[in-house]
């Protein structure tokens, strides 16, 4: 009597190596969670070099953030990106390097109460999304760069306690999400731009309220050549006391000048009337007594 045959199912296996493939395949398929970006390499290099930041290692540059930790002091990470810079206080010394503006993805910037000198470098506006700038207490010289203005969604600018001079570009007044300005005691001169002076009727809500100060004065303080609301109107031209005390000097002498030389003058005039006799004098002057 025949039995019956058994059917055994075999599972096929796949060698290891096959398997190694299918994975690695599988994972260059997918995007890696904290890819650097070359351009922030380029931010911090620059900005380590500048300012000799001793606390940084180069080579954390080249991959600054693991997802949304960071490897360097300061730095704070957004998926795999430069997010914000935050190195106050630590004495830092040298310029702002142009090259800053290769941080493309920075939102925060803050550099306060350290020792920056030179400009601050126009190239700043390239960083699109910056919502807050704080160069504060510093020895920043030079004029506001005015293509600042680029920065469309900055919130904060803080440039007070530099040394800071020229006029305040009427274009940050375009800046409508600005909501907090100080650039006190900087040697800023002309008049406080209207728009970062008034706020529009739109914006004020109309009527009393829309004359309200955007920025009131304490944010233009400590520039003695800035004028204009809120702070007081342009002053005269006065003249300072060396001033009054020469025009006073001056027109003291001229008129002893003036007065001496009529004098003079006159007497000149009165001698001349003396040494001219009539005719009898003429003759008897001219002819000899004999």
Known sequence: MSQPSRHHH?????????????VAAALALLPPPSAADPYDEVCLTSLQQSLSLRNWTRSSFAAPCDGFISKLQGVTCNNGRVYKLALPGL???????????NCTN???????????????????????NLAVLNLSANALSGAIPREL????????????A?????????ELGLLVRLSAFDVSYNRLSGPVPVLLANRSAGAGGGGAAGATARFNASSFAGNKDLYGFPLPPQRGHGLSVLTIVGI????GLLSLVLSFSAVCIWLRSTDRTAATPGEDGKISHSMPAY
């Open 149 to 160: 203005a680029g920065c469309a969604y900055l919130n904060v600018i803080d440039l007070h």
């Open 248 to 251: 006073g000097l001056g027109s």
């Open 91 to 101: 004495s830092l010394a040298g310029a702002i390097p142009a090259e800053l503006s």
């Open 106 to 128: 920075l939102q925060s910037l803050d550099l306060s109460s350290n020792a920056l000198s030179g400009a601050i470098p126009p190239e700043l506006s390239k960083l699109l």
């Open 10 to 22: 075999h599972h096929p296996h796949l060698p290891p190596l096959a398997v190694a493939v299918a």
């Open 162 to 170: 530099n040394q800071l001079s020229g006029p305040i570009p009427d």
